[in-house]
């Protein structure tokens, strides 16, 4: 955090605090948490180091295979699963309406994300779940999964198909992203990669990692006051 002084009238000066944020890693967590900063504060400034030069580039973020849905492998719903399934298909909604890129695979020609069967136990999860949420999870019979997979194997038990299932492209959604975050000039991406927190990060200026290190010990000082003032 940075303090800057402001003029408030009459009353003379008052400090005025800016925040002043570092992220590390430029993927979906970093990003989307950009975002998400922004929208609560006015005030903050954010700086994001990363290894690669853009999002989108490297990393694994970028090679994620896209499929958005609430569902754990064994079709079960996550734990706030479908808050967070609502919250992220909010997010790349808006950064696409605010970018201009489409980040969404067609959903009329991807109506929902398929699983196959390949042994028992997964066909006894799949009907299972089918079971629990019948509007939003379909077990297909391989009959019924057959002409919508190329090269069925052929131990195929069948196929759960997730109903609100999305696919996302993670490059355009990255790109999309970060087309938001440049524009309000309050995020700034470098290219920085990050080995060491404390030597990489926490140790700016004249501050030498020795000199952190022996204000982070513990002190020697029974006196609580004087540990207080000095964090």
């Known amino acids: 955090n940075k303090k800057v002084a402001t003029t408030t009238g009459p009353s003379g000066s008052q400090e005025k605090r800016t925040n002043r944020i570092l992220i590390v890693g430029g993927g979906f967590a970093g990003l989307g948490l950009a975002m998400n900063l922004l929208s609560k504060s006015p005030d903050v400034v954010i700086e994001i180091w990363d290894a690669e030069k853009g999002p989108g580039v490297g990393g694994a973020s970028a090679a994620a295979a896209g499929l958005l849905h609430p569902y754990n492998p064994r ?16 997010l790349i909604q808006h950064a696409s309406d605010m970018s201009g890129i489409a980040s969404f695979i067609d959903p009329i020609h991807y109506p929902g994300i398929l699983r196959l069967a390949l042994n028992k136990r997964q066909e006894k999860d799949y009907r299972k779940a089918a079971s629990l949420y019948p509007s939003e999870i379909s077990f297909l019979e391989v009959g019924d999964v057959r002409p919508l997979v190329s090269s069925l194997p052929d131990h195929c038990q069948g196929g759960l198909l997730l109903k609100k299932g999305l696919m996302v492209d993670p490059k355009k959604y990255l790109e999309a992203l970060w087309k938001c975050l440049e524009s309000t000039k309050r995020v700034t991406w470098h290219q920085k990669k990050v080995t060491d927190v404390i030597n990489d990060i926490i140790v700016t200026g004249t501050t030498t990692a020795e000199e952190l290190n022996k204000s982070s010990a513990p002190s020697s000082s029974s006196s609580s006051s004087s540990s207080s003032s000095s964090s």
């Open 75 to 90: 079709g079960r719903k996550l734990w706030q699963g479908e808050a967070a399934y609502d919250s992220a298909k909010h």
